[in-house]
């Protein structure tokens, strides 16, 4: 459903004068609540199809920091695992990036249903390997979720499937978005937004009022990584208090009930990212993802 915000111009049909080029709006990918507005575009010069985020007037702050996160992780040289804006147009408080064909993990498992590990392994090596980049940067992503995960293809693959995840993974690259939400810093002083990331993707100690640090990254990288397997999310939770409930009454299940195709390696694996305590968990998002490829291969 589109949701009608008077502060957001993005609408079909619509072209935005950009400094590369002007951006003719094609469609809308999905709304953010109130806050943004995710739209297709098509270049009138390049031709090439585009993604244009716009942040409502009320989120502008919203927007300069995600902006600030971005050029930061960009005047390091960026990563490939990071999905990072072309453009950044002040007075409309747009973002103009590629547009990833692959969509998002979290419609990709709806449509694939329960992945085996071999089948992850592309997919959370590159998750791993961008938050890495981010926390060797200084900055903690605190958002990590299936849906801020895209794909981007090469030619000549045009889809994905179960077996071009592992058949045709060179032509597969996963990357993070959507870097406004929670980034922080100790060295730029980007604090987390004060709701933090979505709460059922949210370490148990940050909902419970800790900073988030790369431990709560990996953890919920771990939680992507249960997603896949299981075919389901872990925990469900609307708010904070309904996450801080549930997890008073929690164990963890047996990852191999849920998916057999799931070794004694790769489950122990699962587990010491989703350790309740951050010091049992892996301490970095690079070893977390080399103990995955180790035990996908087992």
Not at 87 to 98: A, G, H, K, T
Request: aromatic share 8%.
């Amino acid at each position: 459903m589109t949701i009608e915000t008077p502060d957001l111009e993005c609408r079909l049909g619509l072209t935005i004068s950009g400094i590369k080029d002007n951006y003719k709006i094609s469609g809308l990918l999905r709304t953010a609540s109130d806050r943004t507005r995710i739209c297709l575009a098509r270049g009138e010069s390049s031709g090439q199809v585009i993604v244009v985020k716009q942040f409502t007037e009320s989120e502008s702050h919203q927007y300069f920091k995600e902006k600030r996160v971005q050029k930061l992780l960009a005047g390091y040289g960026g990563h490939e695992n990071l999905l990072l804006g072309d453009e950044f147009l002040d007075e409309m408080r747009v973002i103009v990036s590629q547009y990833a064909k692959g969509g998002d993990i979290f419609k990709l498992r709806r449509r694939l249903g329960k992945f085996q590990p071999i089948q992850t392994r592309k997919i959370m090596r590159g998750l791993c390997n961008g938050l890495d980049y981010m926390h060797e940067n200084g900055i903690i992503y605190c958002d990590v979720k299936p849906t801020n995960l895209v794909l981007a293809l090469e030619a000549p693959l045009e889809g994905i499937t179960a077996e071009s995840l592992v058949s045709q993974s060179e032509l597969i690259t996963p990357q993070l978005l959507d870097f406004e939400m929670g980034c922080s810093s100790t060295i730029y002083q980007l604090k987390a937004t004060k709701t933090g990331g979505t709460p059922q993707y949210t370490a148990p100690e940050v909902l419970r009022g800790a900073q988030p640090d790369r431990r709560s990254d990996v953890y919920g990288a771990g939680l992507v990584l249960y997603e896949l397997l299981a075919g389901r999310c872990l925990l469900q939770g609307d708010s904070k208090a309904e996450m801080l409930w549930k997890y008073l009454f929690f164990s963890m299940p047996d990852i191999s009930e849920r998916n057999p195709g799931v070794s004694p390696a790769f489950k122990e694996v699962l587990e010491k990212s989703l350790a309740e305590k951050p010091d049992k968990r892996y301490q970095t998002a690079r070893e977390f993802g080399l103990a995955i490829e180790e035990a996908s291969l087992q």
